[in-house]
């Protein structure tokens, strides 16, 4: 039970600690790095990304590994966590609410 409870805390902390920590290092990011980490929160596969960009697998992995590099993660999944949280952020703010004011407390 112990393990559980820590595998969930640390999951919050890599997740969103991580992505709230970054979210003003997003600026940093290309235009096209911005696309791929939006991408990252779809679960798309690489081969997937690459083709909706047309671009290689293999630069959409360079791209992955700038990504990481600037937003100081650990790992692809780390960034991938991070864009999901950043994604539902930003889709509520295009949409014209404000984090949160569905109710959730969120």
């Avoid at 805390?9 to 970054?22: E, K, N, Q």
């Avoid at 992995?61 to 993660?73: E, M, T, Y």
């Amino acid at each position: 039970m112990v393990e559980v409870a820590h595998a969930h805390a640390t999951a919050d902390v890599i997740g969103y600690g991580c992505w709230r920590l970054s979210l003003d290092q997003v600026e940093r990011l290309t235009p096209r790095e911005h696309e791929v980490f939006l991408l990252l929160a779809d679960g798309w596969p690489y081969r997937r990304m690459a083709d909706l960009l047309y671009v290689s697998e293999r630069t959409i992995r360079a791209h992955l590994s700038a990504i990481v590099d600037k937003l100081g993660f650990d790992s692809v999944l780390h960034a991938r966590l991070a864009s999901y949280g950043y994604k539902m952020r930003h889709d509520e703010l295009e949409a014209g609410g404000r984090p949160g004011e569905d109710g959730s407390g969120n």
